[in-house]
């Protein structure tokens, strides 16, 4: 079965920090893969995504993720992070075929940054 | 403006009730899906329907009950609410690349805090 794990929980940084969040998938086919970012008490926006091609991604508000097939994994990272960077942080993936583009999620990371 | 949209936003009721959640999206999608988020903010996927058809059904209680009259829209239906039931509720829809075979990202819904006390 799909999962997807993601190494921190919460993670709390200061301002300028440099952030990287750790995300690994368990799937043996092609998987189509997704950051989503949930401000609090909003609904989930798409930071990025990655389907094919050059596997480093860049997504909004200076996000970016490498995909490496080798380790499943697809970590997001940002050089200089900002207050208003403080939200919870999903990675999922969907199967490229079949499985009706269900998602399936990681147990999210909050990141709070301190001004 | 063009979006996933659900009614209500909060919803508070007493064990035992039946409730509605709406969902409509103007994106012109052919699928959409519910899912529940818990407490501890894990989110899982019930179900997923591509046009009017239900094509997921991840091990919902079948007091649970989604119903989608056109493509445009899929409401969620709860029998008998259970304490467990308290959740927010997210909808989302996304196209699908026939060419591929490929379900692109999903554009989700504000969500919905159902609290069954």
């Known amino acids: 079965a799909q999962s997807v794990s993601q190494h921190n929980h919460h993670v709390i940084l200061s301002e300028a920090a440099s952030l990287e969040l750790g995300c690994n998938y368990s799937?043996?086919?092609?998987?189509?893969l997704f950051w989503y970012v949930q401000y609090p008490g909003q609904h989930l926006q798409l930071l990025l995504k990655y389907f094919s091609g050059d596997p480093l991604v860049k997504g909004i508000k200076g996000f970016e993720a490498e995909f490496i097939k080798s380790k499943f994994s697809f970590n997001l990272r940002k050089p200089s992070v900002q207050w208003s960077d403080t939200a919870e942080y999903f990675c999922a993936v969907n199967a490229r075929l079949n499985q009706g583009g269900k998602l399936i999620f990681g147990q999210g990371t909050e990141l709070s940054v301190k001004p | 403006d063009t979006a996933v949209s659900q009614t209500p936003k909060y919803l508070v009721t007493q064990m035992g009730n039946d409730k509605s959640i709406k969902c409509e999206q103007n994106l012109g999608h052919d699928t959409m899906y519910w899912y529940k988020q818990d407490s501890k903010k894990f989110l899982k996927i019930m179900f997923s329907y591509n046009n009017k058809e239900l094509i997921i059904n991840e091990t919902v209680p079948n007091r649970f009950s989604p119903k989608s009259p056109d493509k445009a829209h899929l409401n969620l239906h709860i029998n008998s609410l259970e304490l467990g039931d308290s959740a927010v509720y997210f909808c989302?829809?996304?196209?699908?690349?026939?060419?591929?075979?490929?379900?692109?990202?999903?554009?989700f819904g504000p969500g919905t805090r159902l609290t069954v006390l």
């Open positions: 989302a829809s996304s196209p699908r690349d026939r060419g591929r075979k490929s379900y692109n990202e999903q554009f």
């Open positions: 799937y043996g086919g092609t998987v189509n």
